[in-house]
């Protein structure tokens, strides 16, 4: 452990089965190391299975438990919106208002958040809406997801890896490329773990960073977990734990 501004930190972790507390296919999760690293005291809410339509419950049951006193929010999502085929969709709805501009009162197209929870961008919308609205001086970062190997569950839930699209046919690069466009539209750091993490679970060689090499290359191992972790360190010290 260093000296940091993370340290003490109270950091919460929304997301899904990488970041649940009951360790799916690991025995460590990134968010431990993490803790381990920079000293950081992790607040987990992240569940198996869960998508970007899931974000502001777990928002809302941290506010409910810690109120605002959460530091900073971290929100590693999307990898089952692809899974599960959810539309990309849009950012904004746009509609004709007059406004003054310059002096003059004249009628041009106005855009507002597209609250949609049928689409990807709407979730984020809404997810994004909750937390800026709760934690307004809280530091949120999002994380993109990683590289997607094949998993196997029993029964129909067979999961092809990243090589194919998901069925509206879309490849997982699609998905990542909206989490990033989240930043800008919401201004939040985005760390880009899907290109950073290095990652990469249709390489025989890399199967060591997954739960099971013929099984679950989407689980990272403890291994996998621990290089997440350190990647995320580093870009980490780069913000501010707080403001």
């Not at 004709?96 to 958040?113: A, C, K, L």
């Not at 890399?206 to 013929?214: L, N």
Request: hydrophobic fraction near 40%.
């Amino acid at each position: 452990m260093m000296d940091n501004q993370w340290r003490g930190k109270k950091v919460a972790f929304l997301g899904d089965s990488v970041t649940d507390a009951a360790h799916i296919g690991t025995t460590r999760n990134y968010w431990q190391y993490l803790a381990d690293f920079l000293g950081l005291e992790p607040l987990v809410y992240g569940l198996n299975g869960w998508r970007w339509n899931g974000v502001k419950t777990q928002a809302e049951k941290l506010f409910a438990e810690h109120g605002d006193a959460a530091d900073a929010i971290v929100v590693f999502m999307g990898t089952n919106d692809y899974n599960s085929g959810t539309p990309l969709g849009e950012w904004y709805d746009v509609r004709d208002e007059s406004v003054n501009s310059h002096g003059q009162i004249v009628t041009r197209p106005r855009r507002s958040f597209r609250m949609d929870e049928s689409t990807l961008r709407g979730c984020i919308n809404i997810g994004m809406k909750y937390l800026k609205e709760h934690f307004p001086r809280r530091q949120i970062i999002l994380l993109t997801m990683l590289h997607r190997g094949f998993a196997e569950f029993g029964g129909t839930n067979v999961q092809p890896d990243e090589s194919f699209p998901n069925d509206i046919g879309l490849y997982v690069e699609e998905y990542v490329k909206v989490v990033k466009e989240a930043g800008n539209v919401w201004s939040v750091p985005v760390i880009d773990l899907n290109a950073l993490a290095g990652l990469n679970p249709n390489l025989d060689v890399h199967a060591g960073y997954f739960h099971d090499a013929a099984t679950d290359r989407l689980h990272p191992s403890a291994a996998g977990h621990e290089r997440i972790a350190r990647t995320l360190m580093y870009q980490m010290l780069a913000l501010p734990a707080g403001f």
